[in-house]
């Protein structure tokens, strides 16, 4: 019986490889504009990286916040809302690209460090500012761009678009690189700290930055997809917590907004107690 662990590796690399699949894109340094752009990747995926054939969820959901005019509709929203409910953090552990990209990361052999808990609400706050906030209020001051502003998370801060978008651009047009000034010079260094975080802390960017990992960590409370602890069968004995990359402890919180529903737990077992699947939360 293949593990968890295995098939999840299978099932993101596929969906990385779909998510990205105009790798011609990269020589010519030109962003795919087919009719897939109208379509949202449920994980961190730039909309500008030149490999990219789907748009990015957040930069579509700032979109729909702060402008009327804008092209993509409230359904996209709605779709994204869908995948949570039915999955939660599922979309983190196996569809999310940035998530393969942390994985691999975290495979640099170097001391692992857990991250502060208050930290992990960080994600939280930068949805609710920079997702939300901002993007809905800022037309209201920016009369000169026609009443629509600017996607705040993406462009101040997001480390994705500036390793899959900013990065490949830049090496593919000199005018861009001569162009660079305080904007990249922060975004790089947002970066190259989340670069770091990776290795030393599991999923860094996941715990402490990723508003879309906030969306699905709330909608991991109802989700479809749910992690159950056979009591029966469960001795206590830890090593589900001790080897959960989330810093979660299945034992206390089973649908933790944290989990990812990676699977580990219910390799390392020892008892066999752990199970997911489309379970009643009643269970």
Not at 83 to 93: K, L, N, S
Not at 145 to 156: E, M, R
């Amino acid at each position: 019986m293949i593990r968890k662990s295995i098939k999840r590796k299978l099932i993101q690399l596929a969906s990385f490889g779909f998510c990205n699949a105009n790798i011609n894109g990269f020589p010519s340094g030109k962003i795919y504009t087919g009719k897939s752009k109208k379509l949202c990747c449920p994980g961190m995926n730039c909309y500008s990286c030149p490999a990219a054939t789907l748009s990015c969820p957040i930069g579509a959901m700032q979109a729909v916040a702060g402008s009327r005019k804008f092209s993509f509709s409230f359904y996209i929203v709605g779709i994204l809302l869908a995948f949570g409910v039915v999955f939660g953090r599922a979309i983190c552990g196996y569809v999310c690209p940035f998530g393969l990209i942390q994985d691999l990361l975290a495979k640099i052999p170097v001391r692992k460090f857990h991250l502060p808990r208050w930290l992990t609400y960080l994600k939280y706050v930068l949805l609710a500012v920079f997702v939300v906030l901002l993007p809905a209020v800022m037309p209201f001051f920016a009369a000169s761009a026609g009443g629509v502003s600017d996607p705040t998370f993406c462009k101040y801060i997001c480390p994705v678009g500036t390793l899959e978008g900013s990065l490949p651009l830049m090496l593919a047009h000199d005018d861009l690189r001569n162009a660079a000034g305080t904007l990249f010079i922060l975004k790089a260094s947002i970066l190259a700290i989340t670069v770091v975080g990776c290795i030393f802390i599991c999923r860094f960017f996941c715990k402490a930055l990723c508003p879309l990992g906030a969306i699905y960590g709330i909608l991991n409370k109802v989700s479809f997809l749910r992690l159950k602890i056979d009591t029966k069968k469960c001795t206590s004995c830890g090593t589900c917590s001790h080897v959960c990359p989330m810093d979660a402890d299945p034992l206390k919180d089973p649908n933790s907004a944290e989990c990812i529903r990676c699977g580990l737990c219910v390799d390392k077992c020892p008892e066999k107690a752990i199970h997911i699947g489309i379970l009643h939360s009643h269970h």
